[in-house]
Nanobody
């Protein structure tokens, strides 16, 4: 059983910054890809950014150049630095982790989400 806990959400003005954190805990053998997704009211959940265990990153076009994903493997934590925030960034942000179990199978875990609101 693995639990993901997000933190760092809140209210920011357009052009402002926020830093999200997601810490994984529980019975973890190894964490492969980690990522951030977001979902606005009435919208479908969409990819924001992912990062592999080797550090390769991938970003949605809408956040490229503004957001930076990183991870600290020793702390089982993934971060999302969000700069130059726009109102359209407003959403609930969810952390996702692909975790390898000792039995050789990969399992996907989701956090509960953290609200990000960008408004003046």
């Amino acid at each position: 059983q693995v639990k993901l806990e997000e933190s760092g959400g809140g209210l920011a003005q357009p052009g402002g910054s926020l830093r999200l954190s997601c810490a994984a805990s529980g019975n973890i053998f190894r964490i492969n890809t980690m990522g951030w997704y977001r979902q606005a009211p009435g919208e479908q959940r969409e990819l924001v950014a992912t990062i592999t265990s080797g550090g390769r990153t991938n970003y949605a076009d809408s956040v490229k150049g503004r957001f930076t994903i990183s991870r600290d493997n020793a702390k089982n934590t993934v971060y999302l630095q969000m700069n130059s925030l726009k109102p359209e960034d407003t959403a609930v942000y969810y952390c996702k982790s692909n975790c390898l179990a000792s039995n050789g199978y990969e399992y996907v875990y989701w956090g509960q989400g953290t609200q990000v609101t960008v408004s003046s």
